[in-house]
């Protein structure tokens, strides 16, 4: 058996380098909302979220109660 050295090539396919960092106290919970808050269409996203909790207000008030008929 020989032992051999292998070296990965230093080519990047992105123009950064991304360092990741443990933490314990990271949930998982945590971790989607701080992926999504650095997600590039962070807020357009969030504003279809807040348009659409509008438009599910809008329509629940339009009927209070059973509708009636009146005669």
């Known amino acids: 058996m020989s032992n051999s ?3 990965a090539k230093e080519a990047l396919i992105v123009d ?3 360092l990741i960092t443990l933490d314990s106290q990271l949930s998982l919970s945590d971790l989607v909302n701080q992926t999504l808050e650095k997600y590039p269409d962070y807020a ?3 504003a279809m979220h807040q348009e659409s909790e509008a438009l599910h207000e809008r329509g629940r008030s339009w009927i209070s109660g059973a509708p009636q008929l009146q005669a």
């Open 5 to 7: 050295v292998v070296q």
């Open 16 to 18: 950064h380098v991304d």
């Open 44 to 46: 357009l996203i969030t």
